[in-house]
């Protein structure tokens, strides 16, 4: 089993930065693509940004510029680095992770608890 925890929400003003971090722990033999998610009150859970392995990354057209997504692989850990944010970029943000437990295993799909993050105008 691979657990997610997530770490660096909060409140900020708009044009305000935060730095989102996701670790994962439990049984892992790799962790493939790494994500974050979020989702607002009454919407569905939108994709944000992921990034590969070999740090390919891309991000939904509606944070290009303003977000950047990063990992360490030794760390097992995944960055979301928001600057210049907007009170619609008022969320609560997950993390997401294919992980595979063996060599002889398929990835499987993890998630974070979710943290919130509140950009007031």
């Known amino acids: 089993q691979v657990q997610l925890v997530e770490s660096g929400g909060g409140l900020v003003q708009a044009g305000g930065s935060l730095r989102l971090s996701c670790t994962a722990s439990?049984?892992?033999?790799?962790?493939?693509?790494m994500a974050w998610y979020r989702q607002a009150p009454g919407k569905q859970r939108e994709l944000v940004a992921t990034?590969?392995?070999?740090?390919?990354?891309n991000y939904a057209d509606a944070v290009w510029g303003r977000f950047t997504v990063s990992r360490d692989n030794a760390k097992n850990t995944v960055y979301l680095q928001m600057n210049s944010l907007k009170p619609e970029d008022s969320a609560v943000y997950y993390c997401?992770?294919?992980?595979?437990?063996?060599?002889?295993?398929?990835?499987?799909?993890?998630w974070g608890q979710g943290t919130q993050v509140t950009v007031s105008s």
């Open positions: 439990g049984r892992i033999f790799s962790i493939n693509d």
């Open positions: 997401h992770a294919a992980a595979r437990a063996s060599i002889r295993s398929g990835p499987t799909d993890y």
């Open positions: 990034i590969t392995r070999a740090g390919m990354s």
